[in-house]
């Protein structure tokens, strides 16, 4: 039996911090023996999403590559390979599912997002099932280790979602410059005020379905990224885009105080 690589301690919390600086200060308040597990699935999120970034991804092979990658990691959501071991990322995964704190199909979903994604070609609707399946299912995930009741999945869902809409309207200059089609077809053919005002109104029907919801102590981070939506989703573009997207210290000191509340 082939043995099963150990992550050193921390290194997922370092590595989350590293690529998604956002969703990690989201977890900051997280109860400290949870950080390391909520960290590694914002790296199997970036795992999924970097499939569809890397060159390969975009060159003449179209979304195969991508395909090809985000299909590895259904299988190892299935059980159906035993080849994750060395992988380490893929272990927390699978320790996740093998003791039933997330439902596979919470995974499974994020892997669907990420293959329309990669297929291109999204109406407003699909687009809109893409970041309740992707972002939105990291949030459910979260919240699952977070030990959130299961009534709360919708409105994770739509906390999740809302915080993509408000991250691509912050960023949605470097986005495109990275030729990243992440909008519906029809939205990225109009101007960059266009598209933000695109988002912003997604994003506001996302903070109404999530509104509402509350959490006891200790789980109510998994609701913190509502606080980065807001204010993405309201904040002036030309702030953006004069920082390059960079958080301020407002930013940092609204998701702390809503972690600790």
Known sequence: MTNQR?????????EARAVDPDRFLCI??????????????????HELVRATELPS????????????????????VGNERDDWRNQAVAVAVRALLDNGTVPP??????????EAEAEGGLGE??????????????????????GAPEHASDGLAATGAAFACGALRRYLPA???AD???????????????????????GERFLAEASGL???????????????????????????????GARGLGDRLAVIAAGLR
Do not use: H, Y
């Open 175 to 177: 986005l495109l410059a």
């Open 180 to 202: 990243r089609p992440l909008l519906p077809e029809g939205v990225s053919e109009r101007d960059l005020p266009g598209q933000r005002a695109f988002l912003a109104e997604q």
């Open 105 to 114: 199909d919470t995974l499974l979903s994020m892997i669907a997002a990420r």
């Open 57 to 76: 991804a975009r060159s003449g092979a179209g979304p195969i590559a991508a395909l090809i990658r985000l299909q590895w990691w259904r299988e190892v």
């Open 214 to 244: 509350a959490l006891p102590r200790g789980q109510g981070c998994a609701l913190t990224p509502l606080v980065l939506a807001r204010r993405d989703l309201r904040g002036d573009p030309a702030r953006f885009d004069r920082s390059g």
């Open 6 to 14: 150990a992550p050193e301690a921390g290194r997922f919390t370092k």
């Open 125 to 146: 609707a699909d687009w809109q099932s893409v970041l309740l399946g992707g972002a939105g299912g990291l949030q459910r995930a979260i919240g699952a280790v977070l």
């Open 28 to 45: 900051a308040a997280a109860p400290a023996a949870l950080r390391e597990t909520l960290s590694a699935l914002i790296l199997f999120n």
